[in-house]
């Protein structure tokens, strides 16, 4: 089973800043198949990116992902109003699939 | 737009089968290249993948709950189902319904998600 760690399991940071955040994982992740989650309260989860580095529709483009093997970041460059909120990782490409534990980013 | 919408009892026994019912809006169901599943969120803790479906009916479980999960699903509806047997408070979580997109690995992520239902497991 391919174990996910996110870092830091908090940040806290202020409107105009840019965030980076960090998922390791135990094995190396097949093919870059990563994808990078959005949560918050009340709300449907949304899909960030994909396959590591591949913005999924509709997201701003200050969102942005990279890395492979067992490194992967996602990068907020200019943090907005509603970017606050638990980001989560997950793979999919091997069984089980699994998830990262998730990082709070919260208003500085 | 499309819409996913969770239903369900809120509260379940324990030792009981936990039963949840995704209805999705839009004709992506009868399309083919989109698979649907289930993930999980106990309260303060985070993600768990239960398990998905696709429109023929072949599935994948999380090896982890397989033994106590089936997902089956009614095209004609536009619906998929989870059902959970002999839960236990381990099994009190918001629960997503999702729609997913398959990897050349054979395994998924979600594209589109559900608002989520929260189910109690409690006597």
New interface residues.
Partial sequence: EIVLTQSPGTLSLSPGERATLSCRASQTV??S?L?W?QLKP??????LI?GASSR?TGIPDRFSGSGSGTDFTLTISRLEPEDFAVY?C?Q???????????TRLEIK | QLLLQESGPGLVKPSETLSLTCTVSADSFSNTFYYWGWIRQPPGKGLEWIGSIYYTGSTYYNPSLKSRVTISVDTSKNQFSLQLSSVTAADTAVYYCARLRRSYSGYDYADYWGQGALVTVSS
Wanted: charged content about 5%.
């Fill in positions: 097949s093919s198949y994808v989650y009340g709300q449907a989860p949304r899909i994909y999924a989560y997950q999919y490409g091997s069984s089980p699939i699994t998830f990262g534990q998730g």
